[in-house]
């Protein structure tokens, strides 16, 4: 797949570019990663890619010739255009896994105040990594391009990703290793079993307990199957004869 992004940074993707999962994907040739520098696209002696807005009022806008103009260098039929905005949907995994399918996807980072609103009309969606407002696109433009490069067939592991947070709808259960004993901390019994039907159902109980603590809304959003609510009863049951 072909990932564009529009930035006027470009320089902000630099380090980015050269992490082992995005430069692993690049080397292996499954993801073509350009980083084009609106501003080459803005006219004039001043090349200035912002302004302010008209109507008044504080900071600049990004003008929409400048990104208009970068668009149409990047973009073929199908490219799949994004901005990334705070006022966007809500980033999610399973955005990643649609967007690891697509054959080109288009990253518009925006800037200062925001962009021209002429811009949101030439995109296909508007996307957002969360409830708060960065200065800038660009570390949400990783955000997405690290979330979809690791789930290109080749980069990781095969399988590696199907069992992590956010992929089922549960939260990913916990994880140790070497030593089996640290600072009076002991690996949970089981995993050092070797039964792997008891580790199995062990770990499918944590992620149930741990989505259901952290995240209720995840929870709520599950259906558990039959050996999922036997499982949890068993947990409550172990837990109020323990208390
Ligand atoms: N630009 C500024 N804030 C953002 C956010 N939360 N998500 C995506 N792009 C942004």
């Not at 008044?56 to 103009?69: A, K, W």
């Not at 980069?155 to 992929?167: A, K, P, Q, Y």
């Amino acid at each position: 797949m072909k990932i564009s992004v529009l930035t006027i940074f470009p320089e902000f993707f630099e380090s980015f570019l050269k992490l082992p999962v995005i430069k692993r994907g690049m080397d292996k040739g499954v993801c073509d990663i350009e980083i084009v520098d609106i501003k080459n696209f803005a006219h004039g002696s001043f090349r200035h890619i912002d302004d302010s807005p008209f109507g008044g009022g504080p900071g600049m806008v990004m003008r929409c010739q400048p990104i208009f103009d970068a668009l149409n260098s990047v973009c073929i039929e199908n490219s799949h255009k994004i901005l990334l905005s705070p006022k966007g949907k809500t980033y999610s995994q399973s955005k990643a896994r649609e967007f690891a399918l697509t054959d080109h996807i288009v990253l518009v980072c925006g800037h200062y105040e925001g962009v021209d609103a002429r811009v949101e009309e030439w995109m296909d969606e508007q996307l957002s990594i969360g409830d708060y407002v960065l200065t800038g696109g660009e570390i949400a433009a990783q955000v997405v391009v690290d979330s979809v490069v690791r789930l290109l067939q080749g980069v990781l592991r095969e399988n590696s990703t199907t069992e992590e947070s956010h992929e089922n709808g549960l939260l990913e259960y916990p994880q140790y290793t070497q030593p089996r004993e640290f600072n009076g901390l002991s690996v949970p019994e089981v995993l050092l079993s070797g039964h792997k039907a008891k580790i199995d159902d062990w770990r499918l109980t944590q992620s149930l307990l741990l989505t259901r603590e952290f995240r209720p809304d995840m929870f709520e959003r599950y259906e558990l199957n039959k050996r999922e609510k036997k499982l949890l009863e068993a947990a409550d049951n172990d837990k109020k004869s323990n208390d």
